[in-house]
Structures are given as C-alpha cells and as structure tokens.
C-alpha cells in the first residue's frame, strides 16, 4: 500500500528520515526555485523525480495542499511500544508518552503529533477503531514530525494503560474536573498524558484507569480548548518542569 506525503516541509523531512519513498512529483514551474533543496536531497538517496504541471498534482493530491510537491511512500508504518521505550533510553531521558483516546480528527492528531515530537516526547499511543489514524493530511499537518515520532496504534488501551504502569509510567489524564491544575503536579518522572476525544473527552473506563486527573487553569466564558490545544499546554507543562 502507498500513501501520499504532501507540502514542502513534510517531504524534506521524510527524505532526511528513513522513509521509503518511491517517487515525487514536482510542479515543473517551481523545479527551479523552493522545491530545488527537494530535488538535491531526492537525487542524493537516488529517487525518481517527475516534473508535472499544477493541475496534475491537484489531481494526485488528497488535501489540495501539496506546495508544488508530493511524494509517493510506503504505507506508514506503526510502531511498538518498545520503540517508544529504545528512544526515551537512547536520548537518556525518562519515557514521556502521549495516550489519544479516540481522537477522530484527522488535523488533531497531526498537531498533537507535531508539539509532542517538538517538546521531546518519545511516542503517541492512538486506538485502532474509533479514531483517526495517520494518513497524508496527517503527515503534512505535523509538517513531518511523524517521520520522526513513533506513533503506536493499540487494540486496547487500557490494557495499553496497565502495560506502562508495569513499566514504571505515572498516567494524568487531562480532565475538565481534575483534582490537580497542571502546574501543581510533578511531571519529571515517567509520564503517560492522556488527552480525550473532540467530543466526549476521556471516557469513563480509561479515566478510571488514571493515576491522576488534572486540569488546566481556565478564567474565560468559554471552558474547554480544541483537544490538540489543550494537549499543547500539557506537553509544554511537561517540558517546562523537565527543563530545556
């Protein structure tokens, strides 16, 4: 199976990475201006490059946001929680994991994606049915964090849950009635976040299975965030307390 990386971004950052790309297309009225740091990197790891008019890369094109650019991949390939765990050893760090509990919108989780690889978290754990998985528009909306961040995908995620206990992680989960605001917890140990869907928020058997619920201050009318800002705000809570 093939999947379509999109935007100038996302395709330098899948070509610095390990991804394997077969082909990519370039608007031909650009090969010789933006896209030129694409082609240079494209021929350095011997990939076809075909020069094609706009109106053939909106066709190709899954969003309609391609820059002038897109590449044809392998399928994504998911990760294992054993990954997440080799990366958090590998940087000398203690693991620090993003749980999604059926976040369904795509551009959610490819923000989630993007913040969670920039403050240095070492995986996003995501459900296999009721819930976005990473396609095109998710590549491109984490401009290319994806290629760098183990993403899991879980049948069941309270037993992923139990499974991280056992491997010495503390799990919060961002609750609008948390018994903690984010700034009174601890975050320098093993942390597992775990943020809701759009919709529901965290549902009730894995809310159950938190070690922690917290919350973050709110002082407007309005008294809930987009899930991908509020898991913003935690992840740089995070990184904040574990310093720079």
């Known amino acids: 199976m093939m999947r379509k990386i999109e935007g100038k971004n996302p395709v330098i950052e899948a070509l610095k990475s390990d991804t394997s790309i077969d082909i990519i297309y370039i608007n ?44 044809q991949a392998q399928e994504y390939e998911y990760k294992e929680l054993d990954d997440i765990f080799a990366l958090a050893k590998q940087k000398n760090e203690k693991p620090f994991v993003i749980i999604l509990d059926e976040i369904t919108d ?32 998710v590549a491109k909306t984490s401009a290319g964090a994806v290629e760098y961040l183990p993403v899991v995908r879980v049948t069941n995620i309270n037993q992923t849950i139990e499974d991280l206990k056992e491997r010495g992680l503390w799990i919060y989960g961002a609750d609008m009635a948390g018994e903690k605001y984010i700034y009174e917890e601890k975050f320098d140990g093993a942390v597992g976040i775990i943020i809701g869907s759009e919709g529901k928020g965290i549902s009730r058997l894995v809310k159950e299975n938190c ?21 913003s705000i935690i992840i740089y809570e995070v990184l904040r307390q574990r310093g720079m």
Not at 41 to 63: F, M, R
Not at 121 to 136: E, T
């Open 28 to 71: 031909k009225e650009m090969a010789e201006g933006a896209v030129s740091k694409i082609a240079s990197l494209a021929k350095e790891k011997n990939i076809n490059i075909k020069y094609v008019d706009k109106q053939e890369l909106t066709k190709l094109s899954a969003g309609g946001r391609h820059q002038g650019v897109i590449a």
């Open 106 to 137: 795509i551009h959610n989780l490819g923000a989630i994606i993007r913040t969670a690889e920039c403050c240095g978290a070492h995986g996003v754990i995501i459900p296999k049915h009721r819930a976005a998985s990473v396609n095109s528009v």
């Open 211 to 231: 070690d922690t619920l917290i919350r973050i201050p709110m002082k407007g009318n309005v008294t809930s965030l987009n899930a991908s800002c509020a898991a």
